[in-house]
């Protein structure tokens, strides 16, 4: 996200450069998770499968849903990029790029919220325990409040930052 601001507005890159920021930050993403590969952290170890032919047919069975909606999700946001590049430019694109990681931090704070409670929330319900359900929706509820309220504060302070430079206003 600062790699794509950095690249098109400072460096004055358009596109090849929210393109290279993009990649370099998946690389430096993808490294910093190996690592964990390295850790004494590890307890990932490679052993034989058994009835690899099953297996593989519920995995696929189990993640079809998932690939489908994550293909389609690809395929619209090629569509709706080609779109914005036709008919705003490829600087309208970069700032574009910016906003829709921004909207995906919002929503993994959401989701993580929703992750995290919904294992409690079965357990007690499994054990009769609706007090408890009730007191872990009043923290779900106020901790969305909070990531709200936090990205309600930053939002201005992101949404200037090259702005003005695509309206001719920087």
């Given amino acids: 996200m600062f790699g794509d601001l950095f690249c098109v507005f400072t460096l ?11 990649a370099i930050g998946a690389c430096i993403s993808c490294v910093i998770m190996c690592t ?6 590890n307890t990932l170890k490679i ?5 690899f032919v099953l297996k593989t047919k519920q995995i ?12 389609a999700m690809g395929i619209l946001t090629m569509l ?16 574009y ?3 829709v ?25 499994g ?6 359900i009730d007191e872990t929706m009043k923290y779900a509820v106020w901790t969305c409040v909070g990531f709200g309220v936090i990205m309600d504060g930053t939002d201005d302070d992101l949404s200037h930052a090259g702005a003005g430079d695509l309206y001719g206003r920087g």
Avoid: E, W
């Fill in 97 to 99: 790029g910016v906003i």
């Fill in 47 to 51: 052993s034989a499968v058994s009835d």
């Fill in 12 to 22: 004055n890159m358009g596109i090849y450069g929210a393109g290279l920021a993009t």
């Fill in 80 to 95: 709706f990029n080609r779109q914005i590049v036709k008919y705003l430019g490829t600087d309208a694109l970069s700032v």
């Fill in 101 to 125: 990681n921004i909207s995906t931090i919002v929503q993994c704070c959401a989701y993580s919220v929703g992750q995290a409670a919904q294992p409690m929330m079965s357990v007690s319900f």
């Fill in 127 to 132: 054990a009769g325990k609706m007090k408890r």
């Fill in 36 to 41: 964990h590969f390295l850790s004494k952290k």
């Fill in 60 to 71: 696929v069975v189990t993640g079809f849903s998932t690939f489908f909606i994550d293909v």
